[in-house]
C-alpha cells in the first residue's frame, strides 16, 4: 500500500495487487521490479474522504451552550436530634412516624414531630441540563421537563459566570422551554434548517452529561422523522447523549443549531447507540408564542386518530396505506359540527397531504384557532373536502346520551356474529342511528378480533342503522370477498376485516 497526502482532509490510497508483492524472480530481481511496478500501475486508486476535523466548529459553539441545573422545594423536617427531643423520634425519623420498637408505646406523631407536616418547606438540588442562547439579550432555548417543578433556575456559562435564569414559557406537549438570563451582549448559536438534513450526515451535541458541562460528542444522522407517538417526528442520530444532556443544540458541521437534544432509546437508563432530538424548524414555530403569551395555542378538530395498514387501505380502495383513520369524533367538535364521521381517512388537510398518521396532529395544531381549512377525507370509495373551522386545543369536548329505542336481536351470521341494539353501561338500549351491538362473536370474527360489546358501524361502504338492516347487508355479502368492518370500542373506532364463512 502506498499513501500519498493531497489535503488536510482527503487522501488517495494506491493499492496494488498481490502480484506486486508476490512474484516469481524469473529474470532476475529486475524482472520482478518490472512485474510489481506494472501490477501497481495497473491497479485502480480509490478516493477515501477522511474524517472531519471537527475542532473548528466546537471553538465556534460551545460558548452558547449552557449548563442548567435547577432546585426544587420539599417539606421541612424537624432534627430528632434538637433541644427536647424525645428518643424514639430518632426512630421515627429513619422508619416513618409509625414505627414503633418494641417497649415504645404506640402513639401518633405528635404535632411538630419531624415528619409531622410543618408547614415549612427547604430547597434542595432537583437535576441538571443544557440549553443553548438563541438571542444577544439572554433569550435560552431547553427543554421543558429540565425545569419543570423547579423553584430555582440557574445557568452556568463556558466560563465559569452564574446567573439566575426565570421562565419565560413552556410546552409540555413538545417538551419546549424559553427561560432568559438578565444579561447583554450574548453570542447567540446560529438556527439552521432542519428539513435539509439527510441521513448520514454528520452532526454533533454539546450539553453536560451527568454534569460534565461543555462536554462533545459526535456522529450522523441516523433517520428522519421518526415516529414515537409524541407530538413533533424526532431526528434520530447516533451522537452519544446521557442524562444531563437534555436540551442541548444538535449542530452540524456549518455551526448551526438542527435540533434540540431531548430522548434516547435505552434497557439501561444510557446512551445505547440511538438518541432523539426535536428539529429546530418545529421548536422555532413556538418561540414567538412562548415570547408572547408564555404557552402556546394550538388548533383542535375533535377527533382521535390511527394508522391505515396496507390491509385496509387496499380494503377500502385507498391504494396506498397513507392518512389517517378517523377512530372517534367528539361530540359538538369541530369535526363532528363539519360532518367528518368515525371510519373515515383523513388524507389532507388545508392542502398538505397527510403521509402518516403523526402529520395531522402537527398540522392542525399549528393552525391558528376559528381558521378555516378543507380536510380531506376517503369515504365510501371517494375522496371529500369538508369545511372545517378549527377550534382551540384547550376547549372540551361536550358528551351526552340518546334515549332509548327497541330493536330485535338477530341470529348468528355467516360473519360468525349475533348482534342487538346497542346499549349504554345499565343495559338500557340507546337511541342510535349509528350501529348495532355485537351480542357473540365466534369463527371468523372472533379470529379477526371482535368481542362482545363492540359496536359495528359500516359493513364495506354501508353505514349501519338498525338491526334488520345489519342483516340484510351481511346477507348480502360475497362469498369468496372478505368484507371489511368499521368496529367501535369504547372511544375507539377500527376498520377490521372478515372473510365470509
Known amino acids: 500500500m502506498f499513501l500519498t497526502q493531497e489535503s488536510s482532509t482527503k487522501m488517495k490510497y494506491v493499492v496494488a495487487g498481490a502480484a506486486a508483492s508476490l512474484f516469481l524472480v524469473v529474470g532476475g530481481v529486475a524482472g520482478g521490479a518490472a512485474m510489481a511496478q506494472d501490477s501497481a500501475a495497473a491497479a485502480s486508486p480509490t478516493l477515501v474522504e477522511a474524517l472531519p476535523n471537527f475542532t473548528k466548529v466546537v471553538a465556534e459553539t460551545e460558548g452558547s451552550v449552557v449548563n442548567i441545573r435547577t432546585t426544587e422545594a420539599v417539606p421541612a423536617r424537624r432534627s430528632p436530634l434538637g433541644p427536647g427531643a424525645d428518643p424514639s423520634d430518632l426512630f421515627r425519623w429513619f422508619f416513618g412516624p409509625d414505627f414503633n420498637a418494641p417497649g415504645m408505646p404506640h402513639q401518633a406523631p405528635p404535632k411538630g414531630h419531624p415528619k409531622a407536616p410543618s408547614g415549612k418547606e427547604r430547597t434542595v438540588p432537583r437535576g441538571i441540563g443544557s440549553g443553548f442562547i438563541i438571542s444577544s439579550d439572554g433569550y435560552i432555548l431547553t ?64 450539553g453536560s452529561p451527568f454534569g460534565l458541562d461543555s462536554t462533545v460528542t459526535a456522529g450522523i444522522v441516523s433517520a428522519i422523522n421518526r415516529d414515537t407517538g409524541d407530538y413533533f417526528p424526532f431526528i434520530q442520530t447516533d451522537v452519544a447523549v446521557n442524562p444531563g444532556n437534555s436540551g442541548g443544540p444538535l449542530i452540524n458541521l456549518n455551526g448551526e443549531v438542527v435540533g434540540i437534544n431531548s430522548q434516547i432509546v435505552s434497557r439501561s437508563g444510557g446512551f445505547m447507540g440511538i438518541s432523539l432530538a426535536i428539529p429546530i424548524d418545529e421548536v422555532m414555530r413556538i418561540v414567538d408564542q412562548l415570547k408572547a403569551n408564555g404557552k402556546v395555542t394550538r388548533g383542535r378538530i375533535g377527533v382521535q386518530i390511527t394508522d391505515v395498514s396496507d390491509e ?117 338500549e340507546e337511541l342510535s342511528s349509528s350501529g348495532v351491538e355485537v351480542t357473540e362473536s365466534e369463527g371468523v370474527a372472533a379470529q379477526a378480533g371482535i368481542e362482545q360489546g363492540d359496536i359495528i358501524l359500516r359493513v364495506n361502504n354501508t353505514d349501519i342503522t338498525s338491526v334488520s338492516q345489519y342483516a340484510k347487508v351481511v346477507e348480502g355479502l360475497s362469498d369468496s370477498k372478505p368484507a371489511i368492518l368499521l368496529v367501535s370500542r369504547g372511544e375507539q373506532s377500527q376498520w377490521v376485516i372478515v372473510k365470509p364463512e
Do not use: C
Open 143 to 206: 427543554n421543558n421537563h429540565v425545569v419543570e417543578k423547579s423553584n430555582g433556575i440557574f445557568v452556568t456559562m463556558t466560563n465559569g459566570k452564574e446567573y439566575k435564569a426565570k421562565i419565560i414559557g413552556t410546552d409540555p406537549r413538545s417538551d419546549v422551554a424559553l427561560i432568559k438570563i438578565d444579561v447583554k451582549g450574548l453570542t447567540p448559536l446560529h438556527i439552521g434548517d432542519s428539513d435539509k438534513l439527510k441521513k448520514g450526515q454528520w452532526v454533533l451535541a454539546i
Open 312 to 428: 385496509v387501505a387496499k380494503a377500502l380502495g385507498l391504494g396506498r396505506a397513507h392518512g389517517a383513520l378517523v377512530s372517534n369524533v367528539a361530540q359538538d367538535g369541530p369535526a363532528a359540527k363539519a360532518g367528518i364521521r368515525a371510519g373515515d381517512v383523513i388524507t389532507a388537510f388545508n392542502g398538505q397531504k397527510i403521509d402518516h398518521m403523526s402529520d395531522l396532529p402537527r398540522l392542525v395544531g399549528a393552525t391558528k384557532p376559528d381558521t378555516q381549512v378543507d380536510v380531506t377525507v376517503w369515504r365510501k370509495g371517494k375522496s371529500l373536502d369538508i369545511k372545517t373551522t378549527v377550534g382551540e386545543m384547550s376547549s372540551a369536548a361536550s358528551s351526552g346520551q340518546a334515549a332509548p329505542q327497541a330493536h330485535k336481536a338477530s341470529p348468528t351470521d355467516k360473519l360468525g356474529l349475533r348482534v342487538g341494539p346497542v346499549t349504554d353501561a345499565s343495559g338500557s
